[in-house]
């Protein structure tokens, strides 16, 4: 148990659906991220909010949407995804995210297939 | 930007030390670099963080060259639960959140 929980821990999807994945810390951190995970890939790093602002993007689709009402809720939006956007989807948490690396804590994941 | 590259799988037995090399080129004067543990189902899971030379916790070392341009992960007497990925992560100071994520080193331990 890492202090950081996200659910669903599995969701399928066809391309037009919307489905949203939650995710949320227990460790009173004040950065959460959002990475995919595919398989023989290394994790790219979507988003990064420190302080409920935003801080990365890293050119990521539009049919990603984040959002963070507050410091321990992180939100990300599915829409019109595609077969591709299948992957492990997981949300981390840090102190703050500083210019200096800071430990992350993750959780378990979300796993997403599109079909 | 650094890039880092780790080899895409090893094998060791109980009982045995490893060694885990991760290069990476290009490495930024005020870079740390960081390795994780990752089980299957699971989040990635910190192991321990350096800058240079050497540290060690209660599960690891990380031995660092003057050149910085590799790092190496040793994990003492490893045991069947050391089946993992590794990954080797490159801190970016001078490029807001750069993070780079090595592609991961996994480990099967024999009995």
């Known amino acids: 148990e890492t202090g950081v929980t996200q659910t669903p821990r599995h969701l399928v999807m066809g391309m037009t659906n919307k489905k949203s994945l939650k995710c949320e810390q227990h460790l009173g951190h004040n950065a959460m991220y959002w990475y995919k995970q595919s398989a023989k890939k290394p994790l790219e790093l979507m988003f990064v909010?420190?302080?409920?602002?935003?801080?990365e993007n890293n050119s990521v689709p539009s049919r990603f949407s984040p959002e963070c009402p507050n410091s321990s809720h992180l939100f990300l939006h599915l829409h019109t995804l595609q077969p591709e956007d299948s992957a492990l989807y997981l949300c981390a948490s840090s102190q703050v995210a500083s210019g200096s690396y800071n430990e992350q804590f993750f959780g378990p994941g979300t796993r997403l297939t599109v079909l | 930007l650094a890039k880092t590259t780790q080899p895409i799988s090893m094998d060791s037995y109980e009982g045995q030390e490893v060694n885990i090399t991760c290069s990476h080129n290009n490495i930024a004067t005020n870079d740390y670099i960081t390795w994780y543990q990752q089980f299957p189902s699971q989040g990635p899971r910190f192991i321990i963080q350096?800058?240079?030379?050497?540290v060690t916790n209660e599960v690891a070392s990380l031995f660092i060259p003057a050149d910085r341009k590799s790092s190496t992960l040793s994990l003492p007497r490893v045991s069947l639960s050391d089946t993992a990925v590794y990954y080797c992560l490159v801190g970016l100071m001078d490029s807001n959140y750069q993070l780079i994520w090595g592609a991961g080193t996994k480990l099967i331990i024999k009995p």
């Open positions: 909010y420190n302080f409920k602002e935003q801080t």
């Open positions: 350096g800058y240079k030379t050497k």
